[in-house]
C-alpha cells in the first residue's frame, strides 16, 4: 500500500499534491482551477500553499444511462465535449442517449457557472500557467474535457494536478497537458473514493465559500474556509 493513501479527506489530498507542486510557488502567471465539486476543496489547499488565484472550471461528466457513475464522455464550458467512444461502443449507447446527456448536463453547468461565479467573471489565463486540479482520475473524461476547453482560452501552459488516479487516465492525460502530477498511482484502482477515508459530497455551498476565500490568492488554509 502507499503510505500516502488513504488520504483522510480532500483537504489532506490537497496539502500533499500541494507538496508535489512547490516548484510553481509564488509565481505571478498562475492560476488554480478547481473541478465542482469535489475539485475545489483539494484546489483550494494548493491555491493556498502556492499563494494563487482560484477559479472553477465547469465540467460535467456524462453518466451511462442507468450507470451514471460510469463516465461515457463529458461536458465543458465553451461548448466543449469530449466522448469516450470505447464505453459508447461496448455498451451500444444510442446517439440519441449521449445527445439527451449532453444537453442535461450543459444546463447544469449553466446553473452552477450562476451559483459559483454569480457576477463575478471567470478569471483570466491567457498567456497564464493553468493548474487544473481535481480529487481523483477514473476514465478521466472529465479532465480531457477540462484541458481542451482551457486551450480554448489560450494559456501559455496547461498542468494537470490530481492526487491520486488510474494509469490508463494518467496516460491518456499527458498527451494533452503540458505536465501531470500526481500524489498516488494505486494498482488496482478500482475508484477514486476508495483512496479517501472520507469522501463525502462537496455541497454547492462549500465550493462557493471556498471561492470567496481563494479567488484573489488571499486564502491561508482550511483554517479559512
Known sequence: MDPHLPFRDRFDAGQQLADRLTEYANR???????????????????????????????????????????????????????????VIRELSIPPESVDRAAVRERTELVRRASIYRGDRPALDIRDRTAL??????????SM?????????????RV???????????FDDLGRLADAVVWVAVPEPFVAVGRWYDDFSQTTDYEVTRLLNVFATGGGSGRGNV
Open 159 to 169: 498542468i494537470v494536478a490530481v492526487p491520486v488516479g488510474s494509469r490508463e487516465a
Open 144 to 156: 480531457q474535457a477540462a484541458v481542451r476547453a482551457v486551450r480554448e482560452r489560450r494559456p501559455a
Open 132 to 141: 487544473i486540479v481535481d480529487d481523483g482520475l477514473a476514465t478521466g473524461a
Open 28 to 86: 505571478q502567471d498562475l492560476v488554480v482551477l478547481g473541478l465542482p465539486r469535489g475539485g475545489v476543496p483539494v484546489a483550494g489547499q494548493v491555491a493556498a500553499r502556492l499563494g494563487a488565484p482560484l477559479d472553477v472550471l465547469l465540467v460535467r461528466k456524462l453518466g451511462v444511462p442507468g450507470h451514471e457513475e460510469l463516465a461515457m464522455g463529458a461536458v465543458a464550458e465553451l461548448d466543449v465535449e469530449v466522448l469516450n467512444d470505447d
